[in-house]
């Protein structure tokens, strides 16, 4: 599976978040793509404060830490962001920051462009990972079917 790639399936409900996935519609590919809802995981052993910005059309709309739990019984730590705004078509960036591992800074027009993507959002999921052989990370993927917004 490719990083930012196909989106299959969220296999976190035991969490209490759910699959993200929800309906969607076909719209023009030459228009930036929206986001749907944003799943944050944390796959590490320790717990993280991840800090995610995200600016729509230049515009700041979030800046908000949030201190998610660690992996625990093979089950993901988590928060789930849904915003008002976040399903219309636009220009998005977003960062991610996990204190002391990386920063990850992507935006909507990726996901048109990489494959062409004819849906108006796309919903994300953001993985924060830990594989106990030094390669953490930050991974973000999302799903080419246009559901979840």
Same mark, same amino acid.
């Given at each position: 599976?490719?990083r930012?790639?196909?989106?299959?399936?969220?296999?976190?409900?035991?969490?209490?978040f759910?699959?993200?996935?929800?309906?969607g519609?076909?719209?023009?590919?030459?228009?930036?793509?929206?986001?749907?809802?944003?799943?944050?995981?944390?796959r590490?052993?320790?717990?993280?404060?991840?800090?995610?910005?995200?600016?729509?059309?230049g515009?700041?709309?979030? *800046?908000?830490? =949030?201190?998610?739990? !660690?992996l625990?019984? &093979? #089950?993901? %730590?988590?928060?789930?962001?849904? @915003?008002?705004w976040?399903?219309?078509?636009?220009?998005?960036?977003?960062?991610?920051?996990?204190?002391?591992?990386?920063?990850?800074?992507?935006?909507?027009?990726?996901?048109?462009?990489?494959? *062409?993507?004819? =849906?108006?959002?796309? !919903?994300?999921?953001? &993985? #924060?990972? %830990?594989?106990?052989?030094?390669? @953490?990370?930050?991974?973000?993927?999302?799903?080419?079917?246009?559901?979840?917004?």
């Amino acid at each position: 599976m490719e990083r930012r790639g196909f989106l299959g399936f969220i296999g976190f409900s035991a969490s209490g978040f759910g699959p993200v996935l929800i309906a969607g519609c076909v719209s023009d590919e030459s228009e930036p793509v929206g986001i749907g809802e944003i799943a944050i995981n944390n796959r590490r052993k320790t717990a993280v404060e991840v800090a995610l910005t995200i600016t729509k059309n230049g515009t700041p709309m979030l *800046e908000k830490r =949030y201190p998610i739990a !660690p992996l625990e019984d &093979n #089950i993901a %730590g988590g928060v789930t962001i849904q @915003e008002e705004w976040m399903g219309e078509r636009a220009e998005y960036e977003i960062t991610v920051t996990v204190d002391g591992l990386e920063t990850e800074t992507f935006n909507s027009q990726e996901f048109a462009d990489e494959q *062409e993507y004819p =849906y108006d959002c796309t !919903p994300l999921l953001i &993985n #924060i990972d %830990g594989s106990g052989f030094g390669r @953490e990370s930050i991974s973000v993927w999302h799903t080419r079917s246009g559901d979840g917004c």
